[in-house]
């Protein structure tokens, strides 16, 4: 089993930057990928950015590409979201998921998640 727990979440100007972490415990050994995903009301969750455990891979979608970047500095075992340009449309609860065996955009090959932390970023 894999724990994972999402902090940093908050209230941000437009504009305005912050860090998401998710701190992983338990079996780590068995992660092969991390990634973030975020879902607002009345919404679908969606995919936000990805990286492989072992070889640093990253994997985004064109929404936030160039403004969002995910991080495991130091093989340790916290995955970091660094956020900035925020916009009133990243409004939303972020989640972090590890998967065991892939690397994906996809949520279904993600079998372990946190509870969430709120980023609200007003206009």
């Known amino acids: 089993q894999v724990q994972l727990v999402e902090s940093g979440g908050g209230l941000v100007q437009a504009g305005g930057s912050l860090r998401l972490s998710c701190a992983a415990s338990?079996?780590?050994?068995?992660?092969?990928?991390m990634a973030w995903f975020r879902q607002a009301p009345g919404k679908e969750r969606e995919f936000v950015a990805a990286i492989a455990w072992s070889v640093g891979r990253t994997v985004y979608p064109d929404s936030v590409k160039g403004r969002f970047t995910i991080s495991r500095p130091n093989a340790g075992n916290t995955v970091y979201l660094q956020m900035s340009s925020l916009k009133p449309e990243d409004t939303a609860r972020y989640y972090c998921?590890?998967?065991?065996?892939?690397?994906?955009?996809?949520?279904?090959?993600?079998?372990?998640w946190g509870l969430g932390t709120q980023v609200t970023v007003s206009s």
């Open positions: 998921a590890a998967s065991t065996g892939l690397l994906t955009s996809s949520q279904t090959a993600y079998r372990y």
């Open positions: 338990g079996r780590t050994s068995s992660i092969y990928a």
